[in-house]
């Protein structure tokens, strides 16, 4: 089989600035490149979005990674998942504090365990003895976010209502991938360091089968963004994937996920679909969206807006 790669990746989902577009669409375009250059030279699909995904990883722009949001007590725990559509193979990490990309953490799972899936510091001890450096918490910090988590927290403490999850103004900048190779195979990748101030030990959808990601050579490939408890409590990726399984184009089933999401559970955020012929879909309900695609004929790279 010789199939016309595609690279579908989106860098969050949320009521963007104005100030913060370019950066995020610089960083789209160059997870895009990174992950597609690997498909043009024959590369697996999952190797594409694990690619993509940990550019993204390394941009402070996004919330995965360096840069990402910090838990209430002030540091980064990570979450991430990638899947295997070819088998289904999967693996996912979460609320891991010492790994710098915790999407490469998660092929590890996927190639070397039996098992799906590691947290906390069995996921750091695994990711170790598969070759990965730990480094200290302090490495994924950066200042932004320590000065956005104690104007959270000031503002708590003055009595100002907790709006994180009520609204399309929260900030819900998770990254993820999904990729169509040569030989006809998908596979999807979901990056996150989660939501501002969370509880430590939380886990959203991002790294949760189904939830946030979701891949199946028989149907397609799925990545999500936005409010991850209301996703969670849908399985909106395998809502998705199953809709296209059933004759709906990915195009529409995009469309319905995020409808659904919404009239459902009251839920805010942003999907992008890819099937097995190359179709894809994406949609949201944030005011914004940054997103990118690159095909053989054509590369497009945005932040879309809800009006």
Not at 89 to 106: D, F, M, S, W, Y
Not at 138 to 157: D, G, Y
Not at 219 to 233: C, D, H, Q, R, Y
Not at 259 to 282: A, E, K, V
Request: charged share 20%.
């Amino acid at each position: 089989m010789n199939n016309s790669p595609t690279l579908l990746i989106h860098g969050g989902a949320w009521a963007m600035p104005d100030d913060a577009i370019e950066a995020h669409e610089a960083g789209i375009a160059k997870a895009v490149e990174a992950g597609y250059a690997l498909l043009e030279r024959g590369a697996s699909a999952v190797d594409a979005v694990e690619a993509a995904v940990a550019v993204m990883e390394d941009d402070e722009t996004f919330d995965a990674g360096r840069g990402s949001f910090l838990t209430q007590d002030g540091r980064v725990q990570l979450d991430a998942l990638l899947m295997n559509g070819e088998n289904l193979r999967t693996g996912g990490v979460a609320c891991v504090e010492r790994l710098k990309n915790p999407i490469h953490a998660a092929r590890l799972v996927l190639d070397h365990s039996p098992h799906v899936y590691f947290v906390g510091t069995g996921a750091e001890r695994f990711a170790m003895q598969h070759g990965m450096r730990l480094i200290d918490n302090t490495e994924l910090i950066v200042p932004r976010e320590r000065e956005r988590l104690m104007a959270f927290q000031k503002a708590e403490l003055e009595g100002a209502t907790d709006t994180t999850f009520s609204g399309p103004l929260g900030s819900h900048d998770t990254v993820g991938a999904v990729a169509l190779d040569c030989n006809g195979h998908i596979a999807a990748a979901t990056s996150t360091g989660g939501t501002l101030s969370k509880a430590p030990g939380r886990v959203g959808d991002s790294s949760l089968i189904g939830c946030g990601c979701y891949a199946d050579d028989a149907s397609a490939a799925v990545s999500l963004t936005g409010w991850g408890e209301p996703i969670m409590k849908l399985v909106l990726g395998k809502w998705a994937v199953d809709r296209v399984a059933a004759g709906v184009s990915p195009e529409e089933a995009a469309e319905s996920a995020i409808r659904y999401l919404y009239h459902r559970l009251g839920g805010y955020g942003g999907i992008i679909l890819l099937d097995r012929h190359g179709r894809f879909g994406l949609a949201h309900n944030t005011p914004r969206m940054a997103w990118g695609l690159k095909t053989a004929d054509a590369m497009q790279v945005g932040v879309t807006r809800n009006v």
